[in-house]
């Protein structure tokens, strides 16, 4: 296997674009990203889309290609990956093991979301098939149900608090508000997080990320090559995924992500590293409840004690665990097919020393963490410029 | 053959809800440990006067378009 650098990022804002479609956005994410990389279309081996439900928001399918021709990639190799809101971290997986395994040199992966030309229940609806459609959504639940009864039993199980879910939110747009691509750049303080309009008890609207229109892209390249397209490589360390049941009823135990477990092992080890040695991380924060349970599952803080972790600024970018400092799914926005090579183009920007006045002062060794659903599939990927 | 019984393992209160579900909302769903084993998740009726928690008992009293209705056990 071949040592894999990220030689080039790009991004569109996150938000509501009523004037753009799915295409213009992940073509001017892909052309930005190129041009970062100071790479031609015609360098390009092959290009992967990480994209979750194209189909039903804008009714396009063969999403792929229609991409890639439009950024003047042509005739090579053009996928779509989707893993419901782990979409393009899974893109971003297999891009990188084409590159690693000597089959391609340079890839561009794309993700991109268009969600606000639904109304919301439609939105709501279209992310629910992203559970088990036979069975929890057929019952009623929505993706913010899921998330509440994990929320419940973990609060039931360690005694977690409406207080440590809305410490999340209040970190994350504190560093959101400071992101010039993020939706929602707004300080929120506790007090209006704890007393949002109620969703999915004990869930209210600030717990809930946002319904966003967006794209993001990265190119990879041979790590030994990378010196040829930029003076700032970020390499690969460590990458996996790994999945899980979809339907929440069929887990053992509902406030641990098995899959997140089972990928960040397999990446810290192939990186070489553990959590105490990670300096940043983007975690999936599509629920305050998922952020404090991947702190867990990644080994930052002890099973249960996710919450108190946050509450005592642990989390902040001004602490010793800097989380989400791009603001998160949570006010950053999510575009569900973009998330994952978002994550990865804000810890980029932070390794380079250009995320401005989010900037954290230790960024060599980085974690990004995508979850789809509600954790049937997850991919950690752990980046490092040393 | 008697109406299955289990004990609540999480619940929630669905107040925004996909189309299908808007005029049912506040409903509550929950995830039932089965007494007969294996989890199920499904409905429970009444949420306004009996509304269920972690560890409550409940029984099934119907199944309409094969989702299970559950009730709380007094």
């Known amino acids: 296997m071949r040592s894999v650098a990220v030689i080039g990022i790009g991004k569109t804002p996150f938000g509501a674009f009523p004037g753009r479609d799915l295409r213009s956005l992940a073509v001017e994410a892909g052309e930005k990203c190129l041009a970062n990389g100071h790479i031609a279309p015609s360098q390009v081996d092959a290009f992967f889309l990480g994209n979750f439900a194209g189909p039903s928001f804008a009714g396009q399918n063969h999403l792929a290609p229609y991409v890639s021709t439009a950024l003047g990639i042509q005739g090579v190799p053009a996928t779509r990956v989707e893993a419901a809101c782990a979409s393009s971290g899974s893109a971003f997986f297999h891009a990188y093991t084409g590159v690693a395994s000597g089959v391609y040199d340079i890839v561009l992966v794309v993700g991109a979301e268009k969600m606000t030309s639904q109304p919301t229940p439609r939105v709501t609806e279209i992310l629910a098939g992203a559970g088990d459609c036979a069975g929890e959504i057929k019952a009623g639940s929505t993706f913010a149900s899921l998330f509440a009864m994990i929320a419940r039993r973990h609060m039931y199980e360690f005694g977690t608090t409406r207080e440590h879910l809305s410490a999340v939110a209040v970190k994350n747009h504190a560093n959101g508000a400071l992101n010039p691509d993020a939706q929602m750049r707004k300080v929120i303080t506790m007090q209006q997080a704890m007393a949002g309009k109620p969703i999915a008890d004990p869930l209210n609207l600030y717990d809930c990320s946002l319904i966003s229109d967006g794209a993001a892209a990265v190119l990879l390249a041979p790590a030994e090559r990378a010196g040829e397209f930029t003076d700032k490589p970020v390499r690969v360390l460590g990458i996996a995924q790994a999945s899980d049941f979809v339907a929440l009823d069929q887990k053992p135990d509902i406030t641990t992500f098995p899959a997140v477990r089972r990928a960040s092992g397999k990446a810290y080890q192939m990186a070489g590293v553990g959590p105490a040695d990670i300096q940043l991380a983007e975690l999936h924060d599509c629920f305050t409840i998922a952020e404090i349970i991947a702190i867990e599952d990644l080994g930052f803080a002890p099973r249960g004690e996710g919450g108190p972790f946050t509450l005592e600024g642990h989390t902040a970018r001004t602490g010793d665990k800097p989380i989400n400092t791009s603001g998160g799914l949570k006010s950053k926005g999510h575009p569900v097919g973009a998330t994952g090579v978002a994550q990865i183009c804000d810890l980029v920007l932070q390794m380079r020393c250009e995320a401005g006045e989010r900037q954290v002062p230790r960024h060599s060794l980085a974690l990004a963490q995508n979850l789809g659903g509600s954790g049937a599939t997850c991919v950690v990927t752990i980046l490092g410029t040393v | ?74």
């Open chain 2, 1 to 74: 053959m008697n109406d299955p019984t289990g004990t609540i393992y999480t619940e929630t209160v669905i107040y925004s809800a996909t189309e299908a579900f808007a005029a049912d909302v506040p409903y509550q769903t929950a995830i039932v440990s089965l007494d007969a084993g294996g989890r199920v998740t499904g409905r429970i009726v009444n949420v306004h006067g009996d509304r269920v928690r972690i560890d409550d008992r409940v029984v099934r009293v119907e199944i309409r378009d094969g989702v299970p209705f559950f009730r709380k056990i007094a």
